[in-house]
């Protein structure tokens, strides 16, 4: 089969998988929840003579196909939804009360069941493996799914993630860091109570939040080097019981972003260096804890290459945008990354009226991306299958 009539196989099943799309998008599932979902996808690669196994990495599916003596191709597409109440206003929009498809992992997902459906057609020396992960929104499925052996036995992967900002019809190549490391700060201050109308005889642990708050921002951008940007943002904050008492106590949690992995290894204790400070000075006493959740993509050099190569084959040069600047968001695509020689690329989605952020209740990417994820899925699939053979 050449590759045009390949392409037209594709075309040929695109409204199946729109469907199927729709219907995963109707019935999200959150983190580690994602039962039913996985149960679709389950039956339907069985239909199709997948070797399915489930309940890998809690409620993540493993499906292979052809044969491993040379090694397994992977492909790794990520399942659950966001806590987020949908206003998209679509004929097909969510059930579920509060919970959403806002990241596009419904088009993964429909994208992953192309190319299982496709890959049946290729004459491949590898064997290919594609991952339904779960719980990438919490940066945890990744690690689960490799704990239970996801990666055993594979030799590549390849990744892609929907992009708001490019256009469907076209996708985004990163040379090296994609997206950044992402951790999790957690500031608890002690003050001292008192009565709000004598404020000088206490502590006010609220005033101190404050001054962490905009404090720690401060630091960033006089004790750090600004090419090399950290954002960190406070996404939590508890504290006080009475209008008129001084807090006493205030918990401040939030997200730590950095590209730079070397940084971001003593971040925490620049963190608790700094903001111990600042809560000192103000007479109070602080407790800084640091966790990592997961560490930047850094795709690989020559399967960004294949990436690029495919996608130029696939949809022009015009099309495949060289991207300049790392995200600044999370992706735990870059535990398997630790593991293999992998990369991820940016699939446009943006049609002629736009579309939302990704994490927006408005979120409505252009369908006819799935296709396109597909057939440059299957083109680097082939493309590094008679690369090694050559």
Not at 274 to 287: E, R, T, Y
Request: proline share 4%; with cysteine; glycine share 10%.
């Amino acid at each position: 089969m050449n590759r045009d009539q390949l392409f037209q196989k594709i075309d040929s099943f695109n409204d199946e998988l729109i469907n199927l799309r729709r219907h995963i998008h109707a019935h999200p599932e959150l983190s580690g929840f994602e039962n039913q979902t996985a149960i679709l996808i389950s039956g339907y690669l069985k239909n199709i003579g997948w070797t399915v196994r489930e309940s890998i990495g809690r409620t993540g599916v493993i499906a292979d196909f052809g044969p491993t003596d040379n090694g397994i191709i992977g492909v790794r597409v990520d399942m659950d939804a966001l806590p987020i109440f949908e206003e998209t206003k679509l004929s097909y929009s969510s059930k579920v009360d509060g919970v959403m498809h806002a990241c596009g992992h419904d088009l993964h997902i429909s994208i992953g069941l192309g190319v299982a459906k496709i890959v049946k057609h290729l004459e491949l020396d590898f064997g290919i493996r594609i991952i339904f992960q779960p719980a990438e929104e919490i940066a945890s499925g990744a690690r689960w799914m490799i704990n239970d052996g996801a990666t055993n036995g594979l030799t590549y992967i390849f990744g892609v993630h929907v992009y708001p900002d490019l256009s469907v019809g076209t996708i985004g190549i990163k040379e090296g860091s994609l997206t950044a490391a992402a951790g999790e700060l957690k500031v608890e201050i002690k003050g001292k109570s008192g009565h709000g109308a004598r404020p000088h005889e206490g502590v006010d642990a609220i005033w101190v939040a404050s001054k962490v708050i905009s404090g720690i921002q401060e630091s960033i951008t006089r004790k750090l080097d600004p090419l090399d940007p950290v954002v960190i943002t406070f996404g939590k904050i508890n504290g006080g019981n009475a209008f008129n008492v001084l807090a006493e106590k205030v918990n401040l949690v939030g997200t730590v972003r950095c590209t730079n992995l070397k940084l971001f290894r003593n971040i925490g204790n620049w963190l608790n260096e700094n903001i111990s400070s600042l809560v000192n000075s103000c007479g109070a006493d602080a407790k800084v804890k640091f966790r990592e959740i997961t560490p930047p993509v850094n795709n690989n050099p020559e399967i960004n290459r294949v990436l690029r190569e495919s996608g130029i084959m696939v949809l022009g040069q015009k099309n495949v945008i060289e991207l300049q600047k790392p995200s600044l968001g999370a992706e735990d695509f870059a535990e398997f990354l630790h593991e293999i020689p992998g990369a991820m690329f940016r699939l446009g989605v943006s049609s002629s009226k736009g579309c939302a952020p990704l994490h927006n209740s408005k979120f409505d990417p252009d369908e006819r991306a799935i296709a396109v994820g597909i057939k440059v899925i299957t083109e680097s699939i082939v493309k590094l299958n008679n690369e090694i053979n050559n």
